[in-house]
């Protein structure tokens, strides 16, 4: 199956690296990404630019380490609004990041269940 929003090749390595652990891991990044989304969703309420940038930086990396690499680069872009404190375009970009989470954290944990 292929899924855009991902990079098979870092998760088909993150998969043989980690064998058996595999499961367990992705378990841990689905929960903490999940609970980071929704952080991230209240320092976008409470207009936290600083926390947002902080958390955005976060999901960088997380997601481009496991792979899912659209995600990613929209938390970049995030990063970089809320520390330039540019409130409409970080707007725009925590709906991007809402719309796409679900469907990219789905598609990851497909991934990892093929690769088994």
Sequence with gaps: MTHPELDIEIIRQFREDVGAA?????????EDTRDRLLK?????ADCD??????QAHTL????????LVQLADIAGQLEHTCRN???????RLMGEIQN????AL?????AIKEMS
């Design 85 to 91: 404190n540019d409130e409409k375009q970080t707007i």
């Design 49 to 54: 630019w600083q926390g947002l940038a902080n």
């Design 60 to 67: 960088k990396s997380s997601n481009k380490t496991f792979g």
């Design 100 to 103: 796409s989470a679900d469907g």
């Design 40 to 44: 991230m969703d209240q320092l976008m």
């Design 22 to 30: 595999a499961d367990e891991i992705t378990d841990i990044f689905l």
């Design 106 to 110: 789905d598609a990851f944990a497909d």
